[in-house]
């Protein structure tokens, strides 16, 4: 089942805020965050798992909500380095499959 | 570097062939997992496999399979190929699954003509 993420594009100034969501029709097991780069690789951001744990390496924060199956993906601050398709994915009960949403593309500028 | 080694980067053939995508994961991680990405697509999940096993399975089509080797390096074989087969194809490491991030390699570009 593939998480939907909202919203499907944003702009901003460098220096404002943004969220990005991610939700899901199944119960979640845990939800990942990823940035890509045209023509990148996708590099993780953030693991959110059920139960409160978060696992990531960059200053960014995330929040999920296990009951309303949703995350949301908080980017503060924004400089002109945040611009790219962020995705969610998301994996549900007993099932490893890591799968995708869409992607929301976030572009920063001056 | 991520430490997730993709080859060849590029890849350009013909309708009807075979051609074998390769990864090596990064140092100590034991999972990899293959991902198909087309234009205007996301990333679609087709394998996983942990330790040589395959884990979990996506909308891989029969016409592609996958294997992990003991040395835990991984190959996409992609047969009779078509058209819409082309794509950026990713192979994603993780120490373990489900509670790990994945490190993902920087993918190979297939073209078919």
Request: charged share 15%; hydrophobic share 30%; net charge positive.
């Amino acid at each position: 089942q593939q998480p939907v993420q909202s919203p499907q594009a944003v702009i901003l100034r460098e220096g404002e805020d943004a969220v990005i969501n991610c939700s899901s029709s199944k119960a979640l097991y845990s939800v990942h965050w990823y940035r890509q780069k045209h023509g990148e690789a996708p590099v993780f951001l953030m693991i959110l798992l059920k139960g409160g744990e978060q696992k990531g390496h960059e200053k960014i924060s995330a929040s999920f909500n296990e009951k309303k199956q949703q995350s949301s993906l908080y980017l503060t601050a924004s400089q002109l380095s945040y611009s790219g398709t962020y995705f969610c994915g998301s994996t549900q009960g007993g099932s490893e499959k890591l799968v995708f949403g869409k992607g929301t593309k976030l572009t920063v500028n001056p | 570097d991520s430490g997730v080694t993709q080859t060849p980067k590029h890849l350009i053939t013909a309708t009807g062939q075979r051609v074998t995508l390769r990864c090596s994961p990064r140092s100590g991680d034991l999972s990899v997992y293959w991902y198909q990405q087309s234009l205007d697509q996301g990333l679609q999940f087709l394998i996983q496999y942990y330790n040589g096993e395959e884990r979990a399975k996506g909308n891989i089509l029969e016409r592609f399979s996958a294997q992990q080797f003991p040395d835990l390096h991984s190959e996409l074989n992609l047969s009779s190929l078509e058209l819409g087969d082309s794509a950026l194809y990713f192979c994603a490491s993780s120490v373990a699954f489900r509670q790990s991030g994945y490190t993902f390699g920087s993918g190979t570009r297939l073209t078919v003509v």
